[in-house]
């Protein structure tokens, strides 16, 4: 790649990482796929922590395993991770969702840009739907396949680790009142 390329991705990227700001973001940075952390454990954290767990199109089962979000990883050079903060508040969901469908609207924007391997993966559980229609049946298909995102951890990744990989702070809550650190990950080529 040449020196001018690089230098466009780059400012691109902060440009994406300012954008995010404004829409919502607590903090935006880009950041090297490589120091994302896939791990096998993560995906169990899934299957017996969450009530969720298979009730959802962007849920494990069916999202990808560790081992093929690694590799999906590795085909890219370039990437963002969001962090937001959420304190325990009223209409805290709203709140994610009109977060998150400004991140998925930014994804359309990158891909516009000529980046056509932008992808964004969310936090938490998809909240587009107040019942996923995978409990409709196997063949159900989702009613928001323009929108609906998996999170960084149902494909496996480590985000406590990756996020401080980065730089950014991250800790287990002892309380349900305190404040959520959440992360996205957006992938960019």
Not at 77 to 83: G, K
Not at 156 to 182: C, P, S
């Amino acid at each position: 790649m040449k020196k001018s390329q690089v230098e466009t991705i780059e400012k691109d990227l902060l440009k994406y990482c300012e954008q995010a700001i404004r829409g919502g973001a607590t903090h935006a940075k880009p950041v090297h796929p490589g120091s994302v952390v896939t791990a096998p454990w993560v995906r169990l954290k899934c299957q017996f922590g969450c009530t969720g767990y298979g009730k959802g199109h962007c849920c494990p089962p069916s999202t990808p395993a560790y081992d093929q979000t690694r590799d999906i990883l590795d085909a890219y050079e370039s990437a963002i991770l969001f962090h937001i903060e959420v304190p325990d508040m009223p209409k805290k969901e709203k709140y994610y969702r009109k977060y998150f469908d400004m991140l998925v609207g930014l994804e359309g924007e990158i891909f516009k840009d000529g980046y056509y391997k932008a992808f964004i993966f969310l936090s938490g559980p998809c909240r587009l739907c107040k019942k996923c229609t995978k409990l409709e049946g196997e063949d159900a298909p989702c009613n928001f396949l323009d929108r609906a995102r998996p999170c960084m951890e149902a494909c496996g990744m480590d985000v406590y680790q990756t996020a401080r990989n980065n730089g950014f702070f991250i800790d287990t809550l002892r309380k349900k009142n305190e404040t959520n650190n959440e992360y996205c990950l957006m992938l960019v080529d």
